[in-house]
């Protein structure tokens, strides 16, 4: 099954306008320089999507948002439409960050109904799950993973309109990763829940990333693993000469 790889950047509640513009512009400009076979995505906040659209101009990275709404418009101050991220350029969105099912009280259920409408705005998504460490100690790794996917993948998502990403809570920002064995068990186990809630063909081509303390270093280990297709990266992404060793590591 060939899954074309994607290297991805969190950008979090990092960026204004000159030094996000200026991020955008030396990743476009790295991802220009040789032939790439993976797919890239940068997912700067909100304020400063319809600048960095206009650095990536002619680069082929993709332009993502790091949360959306589950209506098209109206009264819900403060949040943004998956239709105005269409709007302003985006072909993905980040849903159910472990950032915003802690800070924000994002449910499974919401996550997936963030993603149905992100979907029918015509955006791809990137679903997040994870452990926490207590999880992880308690040995329950695979099942919270397994309920995250049946209750926050739309039925209806295919290879096509969805990636997920796997980030164990306790790996992010903190340095510490999962053994490769792990992050491979832990991938191929999504997998196999994935063929159940969408079908074993669109499972078998749906991306997998892995979030979590991806930097230089660890990339050639962690990403170049059987069921593993990529990375979601957060810190690293905020430094492009880090962000594109990490590709250029995992062989993009
Ligand atoms: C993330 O928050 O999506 C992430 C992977 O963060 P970091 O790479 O900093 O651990």
Redesign the pocket.
């Known amino acids: 099954m060939v899954r074309k790889m994607m290297i991805a950047g969190?950008w979090?509640m990092n960026g204004l306008s000159t030094d996000g513009v200026a991020l955008a512009k030396e990743v476009a400009a790295a991802v220009k320089a040789k032939k790439r076979v993976c797919e890239f995505a940068v997912c700067p906040p909100f304020t400063i999507l319809a600048a960095v659209k206009k650095a990536l101009r002619g680069a082929k990275v993709a332009l993502g948002a790091q949360d959306c709404h589950f209506d098209e418009k109206g009264a819900h101050t403060g949040d943004i439409s998956p239709l105005m991220l269409a709007d302003v350029g985006c072909a993905y969105v980040?849903l159910g960050?472990?950032?915003r099912r802690a800070d924000h009280g994002e449910s499974n259920e919401l996550v997936c109904r963030k993603a149905e409408a992100a979907h029918k705005a015509g955006l791809k998504t990137i679903i997040?799950i994870g452990e926490t460490l207590a999880q992880r100690e308690r040995g329950e790794t695979i099942d919270v993973c397994s309920e995250q996917i049946l209750g926050s993948v739309p039925a209806t998502a295919t290879a096509a309109d969805t990636v997920i990403?796997y980030?164990p809570v306790w790996?992010?920002?903190?340095?510490k990763t999962p053994t490769a064995q792990d992050v491979e068990d832990v991938h191929a186990a999504v997998r196999k829940v994935l063929a159940k809630k969408i079908g074993k063909a669109q499972a078998g081509k749906m991306r997998i990333l892995y979030?979590?303390?991806?930097?230089p270093a660890n990339a050639k280990e962690l990403l170049n693993l059987p069921d593993v297709d990529g990375?979601?990266?957060?810190?690293?992404?905020l430094k492009a000469a880090d962000f594109m060793a990490i590709a250029d590591n995992a062989g993009c």
């Open positions: 969190n979090k980040i960050h472990s950032e997040c990403a980030e790996a992010i920002g903190t340095g979030g979590g303390s991806v930097k990375a979601l990266v957060g810190g690293a992404s």
